[in-house]
């Protein structure tokens, strides 16, 4: 664990909201110079707090208006190992992330789709055919807010 003081929280704050600032427009909103926050950066990265800088797809302006949260069971446990499971599953270009989970679940995924008669060949023809599916519930997603959390 690393110790953080303010100016990194708020450096953090600054990344969530557009990682692809730079350090010199990045230090002029802190009051650091260019130098000095690129080494705030680096340290950060170093030290594992900052993972990668990922490019966020607005799914809906691509035509896929329905995100889905399916909770997958795995029908015979010993049978197929988890990670047959996953990686069959996150071969499937509509599933956007695959998290194994605690609970009446073992797997929790979002799956995006073009509208729910698209989710429901998903679900049918890819989905429900994986090694070692078993329950399913799906709970489709109404509105959602992005929080960049404890910061």
Known sequence: MIDLDDTDRALLRALTQDATQSAGALGRDLGLSQPATWRRIRRLQNAGVI??????LNAEALGFGVTVFLGVKLARKGRISLEDFERAVSAIPEVQTVEHVLGLYDFRLRVVARDLADFERVLR?????LPGAGDMESNVLLSEERRPGPI
Request: hydrophobic fraction near 25%.
């Open 51 to 56: 993972r990668g800088r990922k490019l966020r």
């Open 125 to 129: 023809r890819r989905l429900m055919t």
